[in-house]
Every structure is written in structure tokens, then in C-alpha cells.
């Protein structure tokens, strides 16, 4: 009988033991879990201050994106107003040549009308003739490679102007992707 008593005794002392660590693990357990929330708490707080900069960091990125946009539009405006006084200039510059090239051909029937009736020898004539038709001929070469010359830099400079608003374009969209 002694030793059925020793036997129940132990037995419960082993279920005390056992029901006494299950206890103190679940608290344990519970306050772990407290910690998590704890950390979970402070970690939400942590990104919402996060957030704020992330705004402020999309701000930054708009900002940049409408700065890279306005460029744009300034310097194609910019490039329009270049390209259009190079042109007048051009157009100026050919205008200058054929007008120089038309007053030669003038000088040239003045000279012609007044030299076939003081000019015995006619060589003398043909010689004036020739230089007065080279420089009318030279003036209006002139003016026509000047016309030519405006037509081809008009071409040059409407492609550097498109490519160079595609660049600020393509600037502006990045920074708004971003």
C-alpha cells in the first residue's frame, strides 16, 4: 500500500509539473505575442512616417516631371524663334544676291547700249559683254546657292529642333514614371 501512495503521489506531482510548465509556456506564449504586436505597432507607425516621405518623394518626382515638360516647350519655343530669324536672314541673304545678280545684268545693257556705240573694235565689246554675263551669272549662282543653302539648314535645323524636344520629352516622361 506504501508504495501505491508513493506511486500516486509521484503522479500527481508529475501532472502538477506538467500542468504548471503548459501554464507558464502559455503565458510565455502570450507575451510574446504582445511583443509581436508591440513590434508590429511600431513597425506600421515606421512605414506610415515612410509613407509621408514617399509622397513627398512622388511631389519631387511630379515636380521634376513638369520641370522637364516646361523645358520642353521653352526650348522648342525657343529653337521656332532661332530657326525663324536664321531663315529671314537666309532669305535676306538670297534676296541680296539676286538683286545683286539682276543689278549686274542692268549695268550690263547700260554698258552693252552705250559701249556699241563708242567701242570701234568689237572684240572690245564681246570682252566687256563676257565679263558683265560672268558677273550676272556669278550673282545669280550666288543667289541660288544661298536659296538652296536656306531650304537644306531650314531641313537640318526642323530635325535637331524635333529631336531635341524629343529628348526634354522623353526626360519629362521618365520622371514621371518614376
Same mark, same amino acid.
Given at each position: 500500500?506504501?508504495?501505491?501512495?508513493?506511486?500516486?503521489?509521484?503522479? #500527481?506531482?508529475?501532472?502538477?509539473?506538467?500542468?504548471?510548465?503548459?501554464?507558464?509556456?502559455?503565458? #510565455?506564449?502570450?507575451?510574446?505575442?504582445? /511583443?509581436?504586436?508591440?513590434? &508590429? =505597432?511600431?513597425?506600421?507607425?515606421?512605414?506610415?512616417?515612410?509613407?509621408?516621405?514617399?509622397?513627398?518623394? +512622388?511631389?519631387?518626382?511630379?515636380?521634376?516631371?513638369?520641370? &522637364?515638360?516646361?523645358?520642353?516647350?521653352?526650348?522648342?519655343?525657343?529653337?521656332?524663334?532661332? #530657326?525663324?530669324?536664321?531663315?529671314?536672314?537666309?532669305? #535676306?541673304?538670297?534676296?541680296? &544676291?539676286?538683286?545683286?545678280?539682276?543689278?549686274?545684268?542692268?549695268?550690263?545693257?547700260?554698258?552693252?547700249?552705250?559701249?556699241?556705240?563708242?567701242?570701234? =573694235? /568689237?572684240?572690245?565689246?564681246?570682252?566687256?559683254?563676257?565679263?558683265?554675263?560672268? +558677273?550676272?551669272?556669278?550673282?545669280?549662282?550666288? /543667289?541660288?546657292?544661298?536659296?538652296?543653302?536656306?531650304?537644306?539648314?531650314?531641313? =537640318?535645323?526642323?530635325?535637331?529642333?524635333?529631336?531635341?524636344?524629343?529628348?526634354?520629352?522623353? =526626360? /519629362?516622361?521618365?520622371?514621371?514614371?518614376?
Amino acid at each position: 500500500m506504501f508504495k501505491n501512495r508513493l506511486f500516486y503521489v509521484l503522479l #500527481a506531482v508529475a501532472v502538477l509539473t506538467v500542468v504548471g510548465l503548459t501554464f507558464r509556456e502559455a503565458f #510565455a506564449t502570450a507575451e510574446v505575442l504582445k /511583443g509581436d504586436a508591440a513590434r &508590429w =505597432i511600431a513597425m506600421g507607425e515606421y512605414y506610415k512616417v515612410n509613407s509621408v516621405e514617399a509622397e513627398y518623394l +512622388e511631389r519631387g518626382r511630379t515636380a521634376d516631371a513638369a520641370r &522637364w515638360s516646361a523645358q520642353v516647350e521653352f526650348f522648342a519655343a525657343k529653337q521656332a524663334l532661332e #530657326a525663324q530669324n536664321l531663315l529671314r536672314s537666309r532669305t #535676306a541673304d538670297a534676296a541680296r &544676291w539676286a538683286a545683286l545678280g539682276n543689278l549686274s545684268v542692268g549695268k550690263q545693257e547700260a554698258q552693252l547700249g552705250s559701249g556699241g556705240k563708242t567701242a570701234t =573694235i /568689237g572684240s572690245q565689246v564681246n570682252n566687256v559683254e563676257r565679263s558683265l554675263a560672268a +558677273e550676272s551669272a556669278r550673282w545669280s549662282a550666288m /543667289g541660288k546657292f544661298y536659296a538652296a543653302r536656306q531650304a537644306q539648314e531650314t531641313q =537640318i535645323l526642323q530635325r535637331a529642333r524635333d529631336a531635341y524636344a524629343a529628348r526634354w520629352a522623353a =526626360i /519629362g516622361a521618365f520622371w514621371t514614371t518614376k
